[in-house]
């Protein structure tokens, strides 16, 4: 079992800055591709971006490309998402996830085996 748990959320300006960090726990997530969704109220869950186990490759969503930053600390057991230049519509709660198979893509939600408790980001304008 592996357990996840989201932080670094909170209240920001339009434009502003936000690091989020998943801390894993129960087992190394060395091997484990990793994710971020998010999902605001009355919508439906939203991948953000993924790693693969090694974090030679990464994904974005097109809506947070040049803006959000995956990364990764194996030896932390940790998993950040970078957020820059926030907008209103980046308002949602965030969740990482952890993936122990390989896909070619990761931005399903199917693909994940381990979902965190989610924390939330509120841009204002």
């Known amino acids: 079992q592996v357990q996840l748990v989201e932080s670094g959320g909170g209240l920001v300006q339009a434009g502003g800055s936000l690091k989020l960090s998943c801390a894993a726990s129960?087992?190394?997530?060395?091997?484990?591709?990793m994710g971020w969704f998010r999902q605001a109220p009355g919508k439906e869950r939203e991948f953000v971006a993924a790693?693969?186990?090694?974090?030679?490759?990464?994904y974005y969503a097109d809506s947070v490309k040049g803006r959000f930053t995956i990364s990764r600390d194996s030896a932390m057991n940790t998993v950040y998402l970078q957020m820059n230049s926030l907008k209103p519509e980046d308002t949602a709660a965030y969740f990482c996830?952890?993936?122990?198979?390989?896909?070619?893509?990761?931005?399903?939600?199917?693909?994940?085996?381990?979902w965190g408790q989610g924390t939330q980001v509120t841009v204002s304008s």
């Open positions: 996830a952890a993936s122990r198979n390989y896909y070619s893509t990761y931005e399903r939600s199917s693909r994940y085996d381990y």
């Open positions: 129960g087992r190394t997530i060395s091997t484990y591709a």
């Open positions: 790693i693969r186990w090694n974090g030679g490759r990464t």
